[in-house]
């Protein structure tokens, strides 16, 4: 009787071990990806990039005024990553309403040059192909941690 008890205890044990450990097999792994967009040798000057499964997990990161971006989170395995720019030039920052009284507004570093002087912003249009997973052509095997990753956009 007590080999039987014994046998018992051992497996609901090992049951239990085995319970509390798969939560972590769900656990999707993430990565930081950092790089440069440019497109036709200049680098972008305002958008979005996003990193996309083929299971619908995603990033995105904001595409700096010298064509820089950092997605964190990004989901780690196969993706297609999508950019996508303002359709229309963004005209003078001078225009821009100011931020609410007690916030500090943007980063510096992630305002456009000639912010300050109230110049208009040129973009740099990504082509439209770029905008959508079905569509954009960009490819890239993302792995756990960070790296850096830039794109050449084609027209």
């Known amino acids: 009787m007590w080999s039987r008890c014994s046998a018992f205890a051992c497996g ?59 997605v964190p989170d990004a989901p780690v395995g196969e993706t297609t990553i999508t950019v996508t720019t303002p359709k229309a030039p963004m005209g003078p920052m001078a225009k821009m309403p100011k931020p609410p009284t007690g916030s500090k507004g943007m980063p510096k570093e992630m305002l456009p040059p000639g ?11 990504a082509p439209e192909k770029y905008a959508t997973p079905e569509s954009s052509p960009l490819k890239y095997t993302v792995k756990p941690g960070e790296q850096t990753y830039d794109i050449d956009l084609k027209p």
Not at 115 to 125: I, N
């Open 115 to 125: 912010y300050e002087e109230g110049k208009t912003v040129q973009v740099v249009p």
């Open 12 to 70: 609901l044990l090992i049951g239990c071990c085995l319970l509390t450990s798969l939560p972590g097999c769900a656990k999707r792994q993430r990565a930081t990806v950092k790089g440069k967009i440019t497109f036709m040798n200049k680098p972008l000057t305002a958008g979005t990039v996003a990193f996309v499964t083929s299971d619908g997990r995603h990033a995105a990161g904001t595409i700096t005024f010298n064509g820089e971006y950092t």
